[in-house]
C-alpha cells in the first residue's frame, strides 16, 4: 500500500488569525473605556418613556375596490347588502296535511310499541317518519290497546288501527 502524502500544516495560520480576531476587539474596547468620562453624568433613577402600542383598526370594505377578505379572496359576501325589515309580516299557522298510518301495535302491557308509517314507536319518543310528501317529525304521545296518540308540530292526532286486528 501506497503512503498518502504528508498534509500541509494550517495549525501556525490559524492561530495567529485567531489572535489577532480576538486582540482587535479587546483593542477597540480599551479606546472606548480610556475616552474622558461626560461632564454630566445620566441620572440613574430615570423610567423609560412609556410606548403608546397602536391599536389595530378594521374596516369592512364596502366594494371590492376598497379590499378583499384575506382568507377568502374570491369572495363577494363582505359586499352584499343585509336587508332588515322594520315591520316583519305576521307568519300565519299553515296546516300541512300529513298521511300516517298506523302499522300495527305490539310489546308487553308494560312497554307497548307502536309502528306508524313503518317506523317503530314507544310512548313519549319522537322521531321522523317517511309520507308521500317527505319526512315529518312526530311525537309518539301514548300507545293504547288499539290506537296511538301522535302529536305533529301542534297538532295532536289519534291513530286507529284498521278494524279486524
Excluded: H, W, Y
Excluded at 49 to 78: C, H, N, W, Y
Aim: hydrophobic content about 40%.
Amino acid at each position: 500500500m501506497k503512503p498518502l502524502p504528508p498534509m500541509p500544516r494550517r495549525k501556525p495560520l490559524l492561530l495567529a488569525a485567531l489572535v489577532l480576531c480576538l486582540a482587535f476587539p479587546s483593542f477597540a474596547a480599551q479606546t472606548i473605556t480610556n475616552a474622558p468620562a461626560s461632564p454630566t453624568p445620566a441620572p440613574t433613577n430615570a423610567l423609560p418613556a412609556q410606548l403608546e402600542i397602536p391599536k389595530s383598526v378594521f374596516i369592512i370594505p364596502a366594494t371590492p375596490l376598497e379590499g378583499k377578505d384575506p382568507f377568502f379572496p374570491l369572495s363577494m359576501r363582505p359586499f352584499t347588502t343585509v336587508v332588515v325589515r322594520t315591520n316583519p309580516q305576521p307568519t300565519v299557522a299553515v296546516t300541512v296535511t300529513v298521511d300516517l298510518k298506523l302499522n300495527g301495535i305490539s310489546g308487553t302491557a308494560a312497554r307497548r310499541l307502536a309502528i306508524i308509517n313503518n317506523r317503530t314507536f314507544e310512548a313519549n319518543e319522537e322521531g321522523a317518519v317517511s309520507t308521500p310528501s317527505g319526512p315529518v317529525r312526530i311525537r309518539c304521545l301514548e300507545i293504547k290497546d288499539d290506537s296511538v296518540l301522535v302529536q305533529i308540530g301542534g297538532e295532536q292526532r289519534v291513530l286507529r288501527l284498521r278494524p279486524g286486528f
